[in-house]
């Protein structure tokens, strides 16, 4: 059940889509699952939606996963999912963010990779699909969408981890979101999940020219930061990505953001300088916990403020 | 299944833009099989790079050669890689 699951462990792909199964069973007034499409190799691909309403409102998007051997983040996914469930009609933020707006989260964004870090390869990041010409497998997810694409800072070379493919949107999985946030409409906040830099980033990865947005947005990433430090003290910076870390052209949040979703950020969560990808489980719900502060810091600006 | 035996991950230190070249250099060197973990990057955000064993050799020459400094962030991946799959295995068997 939801209450004996170990969130405090990795689990697979089938545990966490059980696990999903069950959260929607077990709480059926608020969380339903969505499917919106296929991974390359069939698998279906998941959005829990937390949503007191019937009628389609103002959301706010979250993934975890697009790069599959980002482990903590899926398993934050998991916590996250149980704590929106355990917070609503309790913590009276989380209860006026859900009565104002819908929450999709998307647990495993790359199922096909996530599958493959379990069976072949612990250390796969990308797709799985493959590549026509070249023996290499797989695209960067994370440099597949249209916003800047084929700039700097992604790879035109199949066997690069960070090959950004043949075109934009041709990875099913990032197609999938893409089609989903146009058909949705309405969508005023974008947080995709990373690890391990300890990094909160908001646009722009693939030019140096600012966002319009980027006051603001400073300001919300700054005060998220202060939140999620606030409980075990990990120390994240905060920026845009290409001032903070480096030029990426193809990025997700670059995407969205010129898609007109204001609030769009990417994390990268801890992993105080020891293990990379291989962060130990014990980890896991000090990770998810202290991040959960930032991302209510960062809803509860878009229920106050919005556009 | 693929196994990371001997394959060390280094944390690159640059301190200059032509260190950050020299870092993309050997990202380019295809040969090598280099991960990029992250970067390179700026100045502020070090890198991090899994390196085959058959690789470290160059790559340690090749960073020590240009003046560039690096530690070794994690020695043996395999062994960590191991720790988290019986971690895993034996958090499926006990009660919760």
């Not at chain 1, 919106?36 to 019937?54: A, C, D, H, Q």
């Not at chain 1, 983040?73 to 309790?90: E, L, P, R």
């Not at chain 1, 994390?267 to 202290?290: H, M, S, V, W």
């Not at chain 2, 280099?34 to 470290?56: H, I, N």
């Amino acid at each position: 059940s939801v209450e004996t699951f170990n969130y405090a462990s990795y689990h697979t792909l089938d545990e966490i889509y059980n696990f999903m199964d069950l959260l929607v069973a077990a709480n059926p007034n608020l969380v339903s699952k969505i499917q919106i499409g296929n991974s390359y190799e069939g698998r279906p691909l998941y959005v829990l939606k937390f949503s007191t309403r019937g009628t389609k409102r103002p959301a706010i998007w979250i993934d975890t996963g697009i790069h599959s051997r980002e482990w903590v983040t899926q398993a934050s996914g998991v916590w996250f999912a149980k704590k929106i469930v355990d917070s609503y009609g309790k913590d009276p933020s989380l209860t006026s963010i859900l009565d104002n707006l819908d929450i999709f989260l998307e647990i495993v964004t790359n199922p096909d990779g996530f599958a493959f870090t379990h069976t072949k390869n612990r250390m796969w990041r990308k797709t799985r699909s493959i590549n026509s010409g070249s023996a290499c497998i797989g695209v960067d997810p994370n440099r597949n969408w249209d916003a800047g694409f084929g700039g700097s800072g992604a790879s035109s070379n199949p066997c690069s981890e960070t090959y950004r493919g043949p075109y934009a949107n041709s990875e099913r999985e990032v197609k999938a979101i893409v089609d989903f946030v146009k058909s949705h409409g309405n969508i005023k906040t974008f947080i995709s999940i990373h690890s391990y830099s300890q990094l909160l980033l908001y646009p722009y990865g693939y030019t140096k020219t600012r966002a319009p947005d980027y006051q603001e947005l400073n300001n919300i990433a700054k005060a998220a930061v202060a939140a999620l430090s606030s409980l075990y003290d990990t120390q994240y910076r905060y920026g845009s990505i290409i001032t903070t870390i480096y030029q990426a052209s193809g990025g997700t949040i670059d995407w969205t953001y010129n898609q007109g979703i204001k609030y769009s950020f990417t994390f990268e969560l801890r992993d105080r300088g020891r293990y990379g990808f291989l962060l130990p489980a014990n980890q896991i719900i000090p990770t998810a916990e202290e991040t959960w502060l930032a991302l209510m810091a960062i809803m509860e600006y878009t229920r106050d403020h919005p556009y | 299944k693929e196994t990371f035996v001997g394959n060390q991950v280094l944390r690159i230190f640059v301190a200059n833009e032509a260190d950050v070249e020299k870092v993309k250099e050997l990202e380019e060197l295809q040969e090598l099989q280099l991960d990029f973990w992250r970067g390179p990057g700026g100045q502020d955000v070090p890198t991090d790079v899994r390196v085959p064993f058959a690789s470290l050799q160059a790559v340690k020459i090749f960073l020590e050669s240009s003046g560039i400094r690096y530690s070794i962030l994690i020695d043996d991946l395999q062994t960590l890689v191991d720790e988290e799959q019986t971690q895993m295995i034996r958090q499926h068997f006990m009660p919760q």
